[in-house]
C-alpha cells in the first residue's frame, strides 16, 4: 500500500491545452494552475500527432521559478500514437514532472509503461486516468502502484461507457469509487473538468461537493476556470474557524473531555482540522 507522504497540495488543478498549440503552453504555465498539462491525446486529431509530438519537446527542458508543474498527456499505451509518445519520452533529456496515462485499466499496464521508461528514467511521477468500469474496477490496484500519485476521474468517457448521463447522482458511485481507492493508497485524486465554460457558479458548487466527497483537486479546460476551482476548493469561513477552535482546545486540552461547539473531539477530528487549516494555506 502507498503511503500518506505522497499526498500533495499541489494537485488543485489540472488545466490542458492541446499540444498543437504551443503558443498557449507558456500561457498555461502563468494561469495559476498547479499543473500544466500538454495534450497529446483528445486535444490532437490523428492526422497531427506526429506533428504535435515535435512541438512538446521542448516545453520540458529548463526551470521555472513558478511553482507550475509541467505535465504531458500521452495516447493510449497500447495504440499505435502512445508506443510513439513512449519513444518520444525515452529520448527526452528530461521527463515531464507528471505523466498522465489515459484510460488506465489496469496496474500491470502501468507497471510495464514504467519498466519501458526505466533504462532511461527510474524517477517517474504517473496520474492514472480512470474512464472505464474495468478501470475503476482495478482502481485499488492502480493507486498503489509505486510511480502513480494521483488518480484522475475521466467522467466523460466513463458516462458514454456505462451509459448513463453526466448528472451528480449518475457519477457519485464512480466518484466515490474512486476517491476511495487514491485514499486507501495515501495518493490524491482529482476529478474531471466541468463542460460549461461560461457557468461559474455551477463549477464553484461542483467543486466544493467533490471536495467534500474527498477529491483534491479538479481538471480544467480553460484558464478562466481555475479561480473557480481553487475558491471551491478553499474551506469556508465557518469550517475554518471551527477547526482553529478544534486545534486550540486540543492544544489547551490536558486529558479531559474535549467539547467544542458542542460537538465532542476525537483524534479524527482534530485530523480533520488539521487538514482544514492545511488547505487554508494552500488556496
Known amino acids: 500500500m502507498g503511503s500518506a507522504t505522497k499526498r500533495s497540495k499541489y494537485f488543485r488543478s489540472v ?12 500561457k498555461a504555465m502563468a494561469s495559476g494552475a498547479d499543473i500544466a ?16 509530438r515535435e512541438q512538446v519537446v521542448n516545453f520540458f527542458t529548463g526551470e521555472d521559478i513558478i511553482p507550475t508543474q509541467r505535465a504531458l498527456r500521452i495516447n493510449q499505451l497500447d495504440s499505435d500514437c502512445g508506443i ?3 519513444l518520444m519520452l525515452l529520448d527526452l533529456q528530461q521527463l515531464p514532472d507528471v505523466v498522465i496515462l489515459p ?62 448521463d453526466m448528472s451528480w447522482d449518475a457519477l457519485l458511485y464512480g466518484r466515490g469509487r474512486l476517491v476511495q481507492a487514491a485514499a486507501f493508497a495515501g495518493i490524491d485524486a482529482v476529478d474531471g473538468p466541468y463542460l460549461e465554460l461560461d457557468d461559474e457558479r455551477s463549477l464553484i458548487e461542483e467543486t466544493q461537493r467533490v471536495s467534500a466527497l474527498g477529491f483534491s483537486g479538479k481538471i480544467a ?18 469550517a475554518l474557524s471551527h477547526a482553529q477552535r478544534v ?4 492544544k489547551e486540552n490536558h486529558g479531559g473531555v474535549l467539547v467544542v461547539d458542542g460537538q465532542m473531539v476525537d483524534m479524527p477530528v482534530v485530523e480533520r482540522a488539521l487538514k482544514t487549516v492545511a488547505a487554508s494555506k494552500g488556496l
Open 84 to 86: 510513439k509518445d513512449m
Open 221 to 238: 479546460i480553460h484558464p478562466k476556470q481555475i479561480k473557480p476551482i481553487h475558491q471551491g476548493l478553499a474551506p469556508s469561513s465557518e
Open 15 to 26: 488545466l490542458f491545452v492541446p499540444a498543437t498549440r504551443p503558443d498557449r503552453y507558456e
Open 103 to 164: 484510460k488506465v485499466q489496469s496496474a500491470e499496464e502501468v507497471i510495464g509503461f514504467c519498466q519501458v521508461m526505466a533504462p532511461s528514467h527510474k524517477a517517474i511521477r504517473i496520474i492514472a486516468l480512470i474512464e472505464s468500469p474495468k478501470g475503476l474496477e482495478n482502481a485499488l490496484s492502480i493507486a498503489q502502484v509505486e510511480e502513480v500519485v494521483c488518480l484522475a476521474f475521466g467522467a466523460a468517457d466513463y458516462s458514454a461507457t456505462v451509459g448513463s
Open 247 to 250: 486545534l486550540k482546545a486540543y
Open 37 to 52: 498539462c500538454v495534450d497529446l491525446e483528445n486535444a490532437v486529431s490523428l492526422e497531427d500527432k506526429d506533428t504535435a
